[in-house]
């Protein structure tokens, strides 16, 4: 039954058995980013509530996605989160001045 | 004498367009060192090409084109398919037992507090999330890039880093499982 080619096969397996952590922290996971069918979501929705860990893995899960996708929506806006040091910088500038022929001028 | 109708400084590039280009970078790649890598080769590749630059309005657009195709050209040499899953002891999960692929009990998520510190604008907690994000697997890390970070659909990324769609769930969840831990163990915990 662990046909690749069937693009829910995993997934109806789970449904079928008791879904274990593993299981539903990747249905957890693929639900952020696709649809899943009700069958999948209702045995999930089970497993979340009988299972404080998995219920705190999907929150904290949620948040990071948040914040990467703020991370996203600042550099689009050019809010620099992450700085060069002055070093990395330095470097940078010495780099460029190497490769740039000292005879020409502009 | 030849004059140009902006300055082609390259002290300027760096001083203005570094910061933004180096956080374009590091948002696609999620690696300082690479990301640094990249804008270096940017600069280089537009000194090089500065014949073709247009008009100062433009000057980032223009950088950032090349350092999109620079990003581009990373991804491509990057082969996603050798990145071998996780052993399954990598994962937080009972590996035997009754309670198999249940959570192990000292690997569980634990309550966190959420509080303002929890923060892109506390530079503390950008710096231990940043070391949680290299943490990932670089080729890994290409493909969470491009789903979490940029958005992009599914069939796209499979399209262009020639992975299957249940290649890119499994190593979504991989980086997530990694990710979460990390940040707990480097921070939460930590309170």
């Known amino acids: 039954m662990s046909s690749k080619k069937r693009k829910y096969g995993p997934l109806s397996k789970m449904v079928q ?3 274990n952590c593993k299981e539903a922290t990747y249905l957890i996971s693929r639900q952020l980013d696709d649809k899943l069918p009700l069958s999948v979501k209702a045995a999930l929705a089970s497993h979340l509530m ?3 860990r998995c219920r705190r893995f999907k929150k904290q899960t949620k948040i990071i996605y948040s914040l990467l996708l703020q991370f996203q929506k600042k550099t689009f806006q050019g809010v620099p989160i992450v700085t060069l040091t002055p070093d ?3 470097r940078m500038v010495k780099n460029l001045r190497n490769n740039i022929d000292p005879g020409k001028t502009f | 004498m030849v004059t140009n109708k902006f300055s082609l400084n390259p002290e300027n590039w760096v ?18 060192t690479l990301a640094e890598d990249l804008v270096q080769e940017t600069f280089l590749a537009a000194y090089t090409a500065r014949e073709n630059f247009k008009g100062n309005s433009s000057e980032r657009t223009w950088l950032t084109a090349i350092l999109k195709n620079k990003i581009i050209d990373h991804f491509r040499k990057a082969d996603t398919r050798k990145q071998k899953y996780s ?28 509080d303002e510190t929890v923060s892109l604008d506390n530079p503390e907690f950008v710096t231990v999330l940043q070391r949680c994000l290299s943490n990932l697997p670089e080729k890994w890390a290409i493909v969470f890039s491009q789903k ?44």
């Open chain 1, 17 to 19: 058995s008791m879904m």
């Open chain 1, 50 to 52: 009988m299972c404080p």
């Open chain 1, 88 to 90: 990395q910088k330095d």
């Open chain 2, 15 to 32: 001083q203005d367009q570094g910061d933004y280009l180096y956080n374009f970078a590091y948002s696609r790649v999620l690696s300082a």
């Open chain 2, 87 to 114: 052993l399954d002891a990598d994962l937080p999960f009972k590996r035997d037992g009754i309670m198999k692929d249940h959570w192990e009990k000292d690997r569980a998520p634990q309550t966190w507090i959420i």
């Open chain 2, 148 to 191: 979490v970070v940029e958005d992009r659909k599914t069939d796209d990324i499979c399209k262009d880093l020639n992975i299957s769609a249940s290649n890119l769930w499994v190593i979504l969840h991989r980086c997530r499982l990694k990710l979460r831990e990390c940040l707990e163990i480097k921070w939460f915990k930590n309170e």
